[in-house]
């Protein structure tokens, strides 16, 4: 059941449609209002799906779970590569070591290429169990299932918290922030 909510980011009641659709990547039953807050112009779906409802839509097939080795274009894999290296490199410019929670992690390879370099301490977060599942069973169990509203971890048990395309997947983007900057030291 869809729950109507006021804007995520400023509380506003007041919100005018943007674009009503249906899924357009797996083409599931379905129709989405993407509505634009009057107050401060932040775009969100309105009503909001319960999780149940938004789960079936990342499914394994769902893009950002393909994981670089098993995508079977070299292209892509090249792709996906230098944009794991292209994170890594930003989180480096401003940190060099230390403990890292990679938010939505999927498919885990930006924990496992953070890994990859001397001084880090890379754990990752997932909501979808199955996709969960399958990063833990190729990275370990410091991949762990759970929700970026309650992250689940000590304060200040991070150096870096990263959300590499989950911000706007999740509910309450002000609540997943304030539990990011809980963890964080």
Known sequence: MAERIPCPLCGGHESDVQLSTHDR??????????????????????????????????????????????????????SMAYGLHKRCRIVAKYVHG??????????????????????????GLERVAQMARAARKRYGPRIVLGDSLQLGFASAFFDVVTLWTVLEHVTDPAQCLRECARVLR
């Open 25 to 78: 990547l797996l083409d599931l039953p379905g129709q989405y209002d993407y509505v634009r807050c009057r107050a401060c112009g932040l775009t969100y779906v309105h009503p909001q799906p319960a999780w149940p409802e938004r789960k079936v839509h990342y499914a394994l097939a769902y893009r950002g779970y393909h994981r670089l080795e098993s995508e079977p274009s070299e292209l892509q894999r090249l």
């Open 98 to 123: 230390g403990r890292l929670l990679d938010v939505g992690c999927g498919g885990g390879d930006f924990v496992g290429w953070v890994r990859a370099h001397r001084g880090w301490e890379a754990y």
